[in-house]
Structure formats: structure tokens, C-alpha cells
């Protein structure tokens, strides 16, 4: 990807500034006006969980998904309930989950059973309306990381028709915030933490590139493992090893098009977990990586620097059991160090665990030995999908939010 032209700075702060205030709305927490209309309009009004969030799961099927809003009654007693997504099943009952302060505003969390609901919420006693949020997920959460056979191309799969596959996307017409963000690496304009359907136009956060093979993964894991689906792609092409572990470490480097000074390509990941992974906890980092680092032949310094941008990463989210599974490929020529390094870390490096093999592939999934074709994509969603066995999903501890 290429800087092109931006709009002026004060558009693009204004809309940065509106993408921040969304953040802050959809994790719950307040605004200037949401609680005293909200008090004018004896209405109960809920500002997280946001549409078509999803939360990580544990190893017990559970999650803690948070509840907050405003209510016109101080002090009230409030009442939740979740309802399948399936409109035949029966409504369940409501259960308690707290008090509003004596400004109305409440903040509580609520353990949630695996699966895709509606949520309703309800005063006490109370004659008015409960407020609703449709489809809030828990189920599975992850982040793509790598270069460009991760982030994406032109060539694309369809995006997923099961409703539970879901992503954070860019807006439509984002190009120029976008390109912005590319520039700047600025938090404030990446999309508010607020879900949507992973369809064919969409544009992943932090950095994807359409709905490329992952929209078709994604729906093997919902469909498999019978959950909601929310993925993230932080990768950036063009990018090797050597580039994300110095620009985790903030690092210089020369690059065509990639601004080490702003920590790119790295900082995509450090903003996935800490903007979005943070709020909604996360299974596992989806590791393509290795590929360009092809001129490099010792395994050491490869592995080195895979390495490091993993302990960043643990160390951004605070949490040293942050999972990733390693996908391997040798480079054209074949360039068995990378292999050695991407095996290295599965042996050496806890919580590592196998992806798929690239290696494997045929001759037409890879039109220039490197990049996926058509039956590329098709093939590699097969197989990310095949790695991660109903034993990863028993035994890989996620990491989740801090209670």
C-alpha cells in the first residue's frame, strides 16, 4: 500500500474525533448528552455491548460481557436477559444485574453462556420499553498478522453467509481516513468498537484487505465449533520478519512504503489488541509470516526476530499465555531457513501451536509460487480451519479482559 492524498487535517480531525467519541460510546462509557436525554426521555438507554461484538469465550464456554447505559431512574434495580438469536425459541427469564448509581448511569457484567443473542434490559418494576442491542456474540475472537498472502489482494472469496461471521470494518467511502491512518498510525481514526457482518466489501480493521479467504474461515469455525466468529487483520504486505520485530521494539529501518517511524508495520497489531482485543478478549493470533524474509540465511535471526514481535505482543495485551498458531511455507529457491525458524517456534516458544502447511499447496494455488489464486484461497481457508482441531479449542487458554 501507497500514501496518496489525504483531505485537509481539520476534516480528517474532525472525523477522527467522531470515530473517538463512537469508541467511547460503544465501550460504555459516557457522553456529554446520552444521559440526560436519556433522563428527559424516561428511556433506558444502553451504550455497550455494541451490535454484532464478539466476546472470547474460555476454556468453560463462558464470557463476561459488560452492560452498560443510563437510566431516567436513579438508583434502580435493573433486570437482563439474553434470547437466542432464533426467533422460534422460547424468551428466557430475567435475571438480575444491578443498580444504576444515583446519576442512572450503570456499568455491570453479566456471564454469558457461548452463542448469538439479543439483549434486553429492563427497570425493575418499571412500565417502559426494556432497551435491546440485537446479535452480541461470545464464541471465538482472532488476529491476522503477516504480509500480504495474510492481509490480502486483489482476489477474493465471498464474503460469509452464516450471520455469526462477523468483524471491526473500515466505513464505506473511508479511503481517505484510511490513507490517513496509513500515514499516521493515529488510534483516534480506526473504527469504534462496533461489529459487522464479514460480507464481500468489507474492509477488516485494523489494515485488512477485503473479504479475501478469511470470511470463508471464519464461517468454518462458526459452523464447526457451532459459535459466533470475530476476526481482525492486522497484517501489512510488503512486510518481513525483520520489519515487525524492530518496529515492536521502535526501531528504525528503510522501507519503499512502510513508516517505521510511526512503528508500521507492528503498530496495527499493538492498536488490534489494545483498541478492540482488550474489550473483547482474543483466542489466538493467525501467524502468516516469513515469507519475505528470504534474503536472510540464518535461521537464528530469523527465529530472533519472529520472536520478538511475539513477546511485544504479549506484552501489550499483559498476557504471557497470548496463543498463535505458526503457519509454515518455504520461499521459491527453496529457502528451508524460514521453514526451520517457523518449526523452531513451535518447539522452542510456548504457546505456539501448528497452522497450516503451505508447503502442501499445489503448483495453480500459488500463482507465482508465493501468492494465492482462486483455489488458493479456497485451499488455505480449508486448511487454517483444519489446524485449529476441536482439541485447540479444549486446551488453548485465551486471553480475556481483566474482571
Not at 425459541?89 to 444515583?102: N, S, Y
Not at 483516534?188 to 461489529?195: E, H, K
Not at 477485503?210 to 487483520?233: H, M, S
Amino acid at each position: 500500500m501507497t500514501t496518496a492524498r489525504t483531505e485537509p487535517p481539520s476534516v480528517l480531525l474532525r472525523w477522527a474525533r467522531v470515530f473517538a467519541g463512537l469508541s467511547l460510546l460503544f465501550a460504555g462509557c459516557e457522553t456529554a448528552s446520552t444521559g440526560p436525554e436519556a433522563t428527559r426521555r424516561h428511556e433506558l438507554v444502553l451504550t455497550a455491548p455494541a451490535s454484532r461484538l464478539v466476546y472470547q469465550r474460555g476454556l468453560d464456554g463462558t464470557a463476561l460481557i459488560p452492560i452498560a447505559g443510563y437510566s431516567p431512574w436513579p438508583d434502580s434495580v435493573l433486570e437482563a436477559r439474553l434470547s437466542p438469536s432464533d426467533p422460534s425459541a422460547e424468551p428466557p427469564a430475567w435475571q438480575p444485574l444491578g443498580r444504576a448509581d444515583t446519576s442512572g448511569r450503570f456499568h455491570h457484567r453479566l456471564r454469558v453462556a457461548a452463542g448469538w443473542y439479543r439483549l434486553e434490559v429492563r427497570v425493575q418494576g418499571s412500565h417502559g420499553p426494556p432497551a435491546a442491542v440485537d446479535r452480541v456474540g461470545v464464541g471465538e475472537v482472532f488476529i491476522v498478522v503477516g504480509h500480504s498472502v495474510a492481509q490480502g489482494g486483489n482476489t477474493h472469496l465471498a464474503g460469509a453467509k452464516d450471520d455469526r461471521v462477523n468483524t471491526i470494518a473500515w466505513p464505506p467511502d473511508s479511503a481517505d481516513q484510511r490513507r490517513e491512518y496509513e500515514r499516521t498510525a493515529d488510534p483516534r481514526l480506526l473504527p469504534p468498537l462496533l461489529g459487522a457482518p464479514y460480507a464481500d466489501d468489507v474492509s477488516p480493521a485494523p489494515f485488512g484487505n477485503g473479504a479475501y479467504f478469511w470470511a470463508r474461515f471464519a464461517e468454518y469455525i462458526a459452523q464447526r465449533q457451532d459459535v459466533p466468529v470475530l476476526l481482525l487483520n492486522a497484517a501489512f504486505g510488503g512486510t518481513s520478519l525483520e520489519h515487525w520485530a524492530k518496529s515492536a521494539r521502535g526501531e528504525s529501518f528503510e522501507h519503499g512504503f512502510v513508516r517505521a517511524g510511526i512503528r508500521m508495520p507492528y503498530i496495527n497489531l499493538h492498536h488490534a489488541l489494545r483498541q478492540y482485543a482488550a474489550h473483547t478478549g482474543v483466542r489466538a493470533l493467525l501467524a502468516d509470516q516469513g515469507q519475505n524474509d528470504w534474503p536472510e540465511p540464518d535461521t537464528s535471526r530469523v527465529f530472533a526476530h519472529y520472536l520478538a514481535f511475539v513477546t511485544q505482543a504479549r506484552a501489550d495485551l499483559d498476557c504471557a499465555e497470548l496463543a498463535v498458531v505458526v503457519n509454515r511455507q518455504t520461499p521459491p529457491g527453496d529457502r528451508t531457513q524460514i521453514r526451520l525458524a517457523q518449526e523452531r517456534m513451535l518447539r522452542e516458544v510456548p504457546h505456539t501451536f501448528p497452522g497450516p502447511d503451505y508447503d502442501t499447496l499445489a503448483e495453480a494455488d500459488r500463482y507465482d509460487g508465493i501468492h494465492l489464486s482462486t483455489t488458493g484461497l479456497s485451499q488455505a481457508a480449508r486448511l487454517w480451519a483444519d489446524a485449529l482441531t476441536p482439541a485447540f479449542f479444549q486446551q488453548v487458554r485465551p486471553c480475556l479482559p481483566a474482571q
